[in-house]
């Protein structure tokens, strides 16, 4: 296991920041987080293998694969247990449940990568604490972060939305507006010079200017 941080570097990385890189074992061979430039990933962590909340998000994720394939996106996955626990489960799902784990498992028994996200800190009660989601872009950066409770299945379509909606407002100068969805109108900058915002008197609400955004089939 590596990473590009030392123990004394440990803090949570914040939006905007590069995510923290590192080589591991995974149930699809060793990786490193820079094999995935060039396209989106959602790296997300989960609490343990073997319990109900856990296979349950894992079931859904692997049967959209191919909707988050469709966004250029990948999934990676990580817990505390070992390579063998990621491997004797997803045998175990497979079996009970007739799905294929699609997308790689990494091993962190030192809690490296828990610590190098802030997932794990001193204040941690336990690995109970590893269920985040860390969206990262093309060039390595984190975009977006979710953390639910061990407790709380996490939403794949969620998932997909914040995907869809990080790569629209990349595509051009517009925000997304609640709830939105590809194809949905998004929201317009507000104008910020007095002579744009005088010629659109009366025209439209300034601060909140909507815009057809035509085509996409939801993810």
């Known amino acids: 296991m590596r990473t590009d941080l030392t123990p004394s570097d440990f803090s949570?990385?914040?939006i905007g920041e590069k995510a923290p890189d590192f080589e591991a074992r995974t149930t699809q061979g060793v990786l490193r987080l820079?094999?995935?430039?060039?396209?989106?990933?959602?790296l997300f962590s989960h609490p343990a293998d073997f319990t109900p909340v856990c296979t349950s998000e894992f079931i859904a994720l692997s049967r959209a694969k191919d909707r988050f394939d469709a966004l250029n996106c990948a999934l990676l996955a990580v817990s505390v247990d070992s390579l063998y626990a990621h491997l004797g489960w997803i045998?175990?799902?497979?079996?009970?449940?007739?799905?294929t784990i699609a997308f790689p498992i990494v091993e962190d028994p030192s809690l490296v990568i828990g610590r190098a996200y802030g997932m794990i800190t001193d204040r941690s009660p336990d690995a109970a604490t590893m269920r985040s989601t860390f969206f990262i872009d093309p060039d390595g950066i984190i975009r977006a972060m979710t953390t639910y409770p061990a407790t709380v299945g996490r939403s794949v379509d969620e998932m997909l939305r914040i995907v869809?909606?990080?790569?629209r407002v990349d595509r051009a100068n517009v925000v997304t507006p609640e709830g939105w969805q590809p194809g949905?109108?998004?929201?317009?900058?507000p104008q910020a010079m007095q002579d744009a915002l005088l010629a659109a008197s009366g025209e439209a609400i300034w601060f909140h200017r909507t815009s057809p955004d035509p085509g996409g089939a939801k993810p």
Not at 35 to 40: A, I, L, M, S
Not at 164 to 167: C, F, K, M, V
Request: no cysteine.
């Open 164 to 167: 869809a909606a990080l790569q």
């Open 12 to 14: 949570p990385p914040q």
């Open 91 to 99: 045998k175990a799902i497979r079996d009970s449940f007739g799905v």
């Open 34 to 42: 820079g094999d995935y430039r060039g396209k989106w990933l959602v």
């Open 184 to 189: 949905d109108d998004v929201l317009l900058p």
